[in-house]
């Protein structure tokens, strides 16, 4: 059987409107947010809208040998939802539901939810689902869950597996696996559950969340800490981690000040090597005391100018900044986006890097950073139409990654290997854990048809 013929027949089992192969439909989700000019054209867009949707198709492309991209809101910046030639993007975008469960202090979700959906439903409560990505108000659950995401909270509150109890997972022959659940504590056999949390769809497929919510966040207090260098701000950023605990430590550099202020004007200081934007939610007057010691080691480490404020529209303004760095330089031209971390007293270091990696390559690499944590998201800007450009771009691009490795760190921190960053997997984990990796894929997934391309 052909592949129009095989897609005929997925088409058939499956209600009507569930699979669309028109071309201007399928061309939809064929791109990622990386906008990767080598994405492939799927064969067709499966819009399941419930488990059973999922195990059907995986248990047809097992049978026909045909690969599978799982794909939730198309917000990877990785390349690790971009179609693949010759298989099918398996979307779950219909399945959308939320419902929060007071007692237990969880929500069960639907991988298509946007993590702005579960945040509002939980705040309906009094409740908080902390996992915060700049995107949250378009990046979906499932994919969240794919790429253990992280955001501008976690350095207090930490990152998506922290709050994944549960998991209803397909796998590629179609078998639907319940993980966990709502417990807080759970021992019982191996860790599967935490296996799926940053798998990237190459394991299976996530149909349904059990997820931990905590009571609603503190007040707020914000500091904006403006420095005459990229290496002071870093500096600030190691002394922080020695004597606070901030609920949020993000950096931009001169470069992506610039381009939100070109995009977004907001009257923040051009001229700063680098800002700071600080957040501390202790409790009580222990907060006014965390912002005092905030202040200082801003100064001690060379702030020019320090501004805290108590004023919520004030420092939403800040974190709006913040969350526009990506789409402001979208206007500057086409973005390789990074993701590299290292240890937090290496963040001088790598940035250093960074300096030295746009020079040597002649580009453009804004940088903001979940500084508190070490995760930089470098982004190479260049000309489309320029061919060099983009070679420069790439070596650019391979070089970042390498540096971070060198440093003790990582290629990604939360936005996933993908297909972008699968050349370089191995040599950071090495030759012997990438052939465990590969193990674990052939043992759930043996002809290697979930999201085909990406890491393993």
């Known amino acids: 059987m052909d592949a129009a013929d095989a897609v005929t027949e997925l088409a058939q089992a499956l209600p009507a409107g569930v699979v669309a192969t028109e071309p201007d439909v399928v061309e939809k989700y064929r791109h990622d947010w990386t906008h990767d000019a080598r994405a492939g054209m799927p064969l067709a867009a499966v819009r399941a809208e419930s488990a059973e949707h999922v195990q059907e198709t995986l248990r047809w492309a ?11 809101a198309g917000t990877s910046l990785s390349g690790g939802s971009m179609g693949v030639e010759g298989a099918v993007v398996l979307s779950l975008e219909r399945m959308r539901a939320v419902e929060v469960d007071v007692a237990a202090r969880v929500a069960v979700v639907e ?14 409560h009094g409740l908080w689902y902390p996992p915060d990505p700049s995107s949250f108000e378009i990046c979906s659950i499932g994919g969240n869950i794919a790429t253990n995401a992280g955001g501008l909270c976690c350095v207090k509150y930490g990152v998506t597996t922290d709050y994944v109890l549960g998991l209803d997972v397909v796998l590629a022959d179609g078998t639907l696996l ?7 504590k759970d021992v019982a056999g191996l860790s599967l559950l935490k296996l799926f949390v940053g798998s990237e769809g190459t394991l299976g497929v996530v149909t349904r969340a059990v997820l931990r919510l905590v009571p609603a966040q503190a007040p707020r207090s914000t500091v904006v800490a403006f420095f005459p260098t990229v290496a002071a701000a870093a500096a600030a950023v190691v002394e922080l981690g020695r004597t606070v ?3 949020m430590v993000e950096l931009m550099d001169r470069a992506s000040v610039n381009a939100v202020e070109d995009f977004q004007p907001m009257g923040l200081d051009r001229d700063a090597g680098a800002l700071l934007l600080i957040q501390s939610d202790a409790p009580g007057p222990s907060r006014a005391e965390e912002v005092e010691v905030i202040v200082t080691a801003c100064e001690v480490s060379g ?34 986006p990074e993701d590299v971390g290292v240890p937090v007293p290496h963040l001088p270091a790598l ?7 746009a020079q040597r390559h002649a580009v453009e690499i804004p940088v903001v950073a979940h500084a508190g944590d070490g995760n930089t998201h470098p982004a190479i800007v260049y000309d489309p139409t320029d061919h060099d450009a983009e070679r420069r771009a790439r070596l650019a691009f391979d070089d970042v990654m390498h540096a971070a490795i060198r440093l003790g760190g990582t290629i990604t921190g939360e936005h996933g290997v993908g297909r972008l960053k699968a050349g370089c997997l191995e040599h950071q984990l090495g030759p012997e854990v990438m052939a465990l990796n590969r193990r ?16 393993v």
């Open 351 to 357: 940035l250093a890097e960074l300096e030295a990696i």
């Open 303 to 336: 702030a020019k100018e320090v501004v805290a404020t108590d004023d919520p529209e004030e420092a939403e303004m800040f974190v709006q900044a913040r969350r526009a760095h990506f789409t402001a330089l979208e206007q500057r031209g086409a973005v390789l």
């Open 245 to 247: 605990r901030a609920s």
């Open 111 to 124: 991988p298509g939810a946007l993590n702005v959906e579960v945040k509002r439903a939980a705040a309906a």
């Open 62 to 72: 097992t049978r026909h040998g045909i690969g599978v991209v799982p794909r939730g």
């Open 440 to 455: 674990v894929k052939a043992a759930l997934d043996p002809d290697g048809i979930l999201n085909p391309g990406s890491f």
């Open 178 to 184: 319940t993980l966990g659940g709502p417990r807080v």
